[in-house]
């Protein structure tokens, strides 16, 4: 059965950093692209981050410089570095992995998700 | 920059069809795009219901079902039912490995 459950949410002031992590299990997170995905409180989806299983990242405008996406093969897990936090970084994170094939660019199960609130 | 709008809010009654849509503020919504959509009901994660436009998720019952319509990609759910209400999330793949969500609209059952 395939889980993804993220952790490291948490408090933070404006300008510090979080490092968001996404344990997953029934599969192999270098098997399939995966994805960072965060909802702001009462608000829609906001996609990230990509991992694609050959290694290549990419970020959305939003985050591109202060954000660094990651994997760790040997412990099946995505993180999510984020440095110079902003209050309008406050949100849900979601870790998300991309159906198969990865030609269809969609995403088939994502985690719980984990609160990250960047507040003075 | 890139806008993927879909409505804000729609009601339908029980029984009833509704079609959602998702669209782009600059051009069409093609299958290159390949929308997706997301069902989220308050506080949980969102469930993957559709993909490449009008692929059924495996488990999503048949009265799901995914287009494109004109300029837009479309959902569409017929015979809606009382736990069809949520808000309905679509993403658009923009190709060099960025992707674009919608709003998000919220669909009321009543």
């Known amino acids: 059965e395939v889980?993804?459950?993220?952790?490291?949410?948490?408090?933070?002031?404006?300008?510090?950093s979080l490092r968001l992590s996404c344990a997953a299990s029934g599969f192999t997170v270098s098997s399939n692209f995966m994805t960072w995905v965060r909802q702001a409180p009462g608000k829609g989806l906001e996609w990230v981050s990509v991992l694609f299983s050959g290694g290549t990242i990419y970020y959305a405008d939003s985050v591109k410089g202060r954000f660094t996406i990651s994997r760790d093969i040997s412990k099946n897990t995505l993180f999510l570095q984020m440095n110079s936090l902003r209050v309008e970084d406050t949100a849900v994170y979601y870790c998300a992995r991309g159906g198969a094939p990865a030609t269809q660019y969609?995403?088939?199960y994502w985690g719980q998700g984990t609160l990250a609130t960047v507040s003075s | 920059q890139t806008v993927v709008t879909q409505e804000t809010s729609f009601s339908v009654s029980p029984g009833g069809k509704v079609t959602l849509t998702c669209g782009l503020n600059s051009g069409s919504v093609s299958p290159s795009h390949y929308p997706s959509w997301y069902q989220q009901t308050p506080?949980?994660?969102?469930?993957?219901?559709?993909?490449?436009?009008?692929?059924?998720?495996?488990?999503?019952?048949?009265r799901f079902s995914g287009s494109i319509l004109g300029n837009k990609a479309a959902l569409t759910i017929t015979g809606a039912q009382a736990d069809d209400e949520?808000?309905?999330?679509?993403?658009?793949y923009m190709g060099s490995g960025i992707w674009v969500f919608g709003g998000g609209t919220k669909l009321t059952v009543l």
């Not at chain 2, 949520?86 to 993403?91: A, F, G, K, T, V």
């Open chain 1, 106 to 108: 969609y995403l088939d």
């Open chain 2, 43 to 62: 506080g949980q994660s969102p469930r993957t219901l559709i993909y490449s436009t009008s692929i059924r998720s495996s488990g999503v019952p048949d």
């Open chain 1, 3 to 16: 889980q993804l459950v993220e952790s490291g949410g948490g408090l933070i002031q404006p300008g510090g």
């Open chain 2, 86 to 92: 949520s808000d309905y999330h679509c993403l658009l």
